[in-house]
């Protein structure tokens, strides 16, 4: 079927250009995190999509692709600070876990995945029934916050707008997310994938710290 061939042809150009777009954008939204501290997969995408002159009904790459092209973003060109921002954080996140052991905190976003830089806050979940034991907590210990909420996917069928506390010490933003006890059997769904989210516990970070400090000894 000669005359088919022209299609075909036609259709896997169409891919490969698609394909091309989609890691333009990806790079150019990592870019975008990187250096101008947006935290938001979704306002990164349409900014890039902005910058690069394509249409807004351009294929725009999955979330895990950016971060993905973060990370080589911050290999290529963050290789001097963004290891020591990192180490910073989650040296500040261990504390934090300490201190709010009450309520079974675990650390959670780039802190914890490894592509945090200086605009990253540190990210808790706590967990608690009583809605207001966090902000108890927090004026016990002469600790100013500032309340939001946040909507998260508890699984495929289920949102919940979770309680926020932000605040900062020693120059270090924290955001910590209040969810209910049954949070800790399984964590809420990822933004990135729609999975649920990467977790860990005091003891899994300070298993994470010894990682880290090993390889770096070692490449010294």
Not at 23 to 41: K, N, P, S, T
Not at 104 to 109: A, H, N, T
Not at 152 to 176: G, I, K, M, N, Y
Request: aromatic share 6%; glycine share 4%; charged share 30%.
């Amino acid at each position: 079927m000669p005359e088919a061939r022209p299609f075909v042809h036609a259709q896997v150009h169409a891919q490969t250009r698609t394909r091309e777009r989609r890691q333009r954008l990806a790079h150019e939204a990592a870019r975008l995190m990187a250096e101008d501290g947006i935290r938001d997969f979704h306002q990164a995408k349409l900014k890039a999509a902005r910058r690069l002159g394509f249409p807004g009904d351009a294929a725009l790459p999955r979330n895990r692709e950016i971060e993905d092209a973060l990370r080589q973003y911050q290999r290529l060109f963050r290789a001097d600070d963004q290891p020591g921002q990192l180490h910073r954080r989650r040296e500040a996140a261990l504390h934090a876990l300490e201190f709010f052991a009450p309520f079974s905190p675990r650390l959670v976003g780039p802190v914890l995945e490894g592509t945090a830089d200086a605009h990253a806050p540190v990210g808790l979940h706590l967990h608690s029934d009583d809605p207001e034991a966090v902000s108890r907590w927090l004026a016990e210990h002469r600790i100013p916050a500032e309340a939001r909420s946040r909507r998260l996917r508890l699984d495929r069928q289920r949102d919940h707008d979770a309680p926020v506390w932000l605040f900062t010490a020693e120059d270090l933003s924290f955001d910590l997310t209040v969810l209910p006890l049954d949070c800790l059997r399984q964590a809420p769904l990822s933004g990135i994938d729609e999975r649920p989210q990467r977790r860990a516990s005091a003891a899994q970070l300070r298993a994470l710290l010894t990682e880290s400090e090993i390889a770096g000894y070692d490449r010294g």
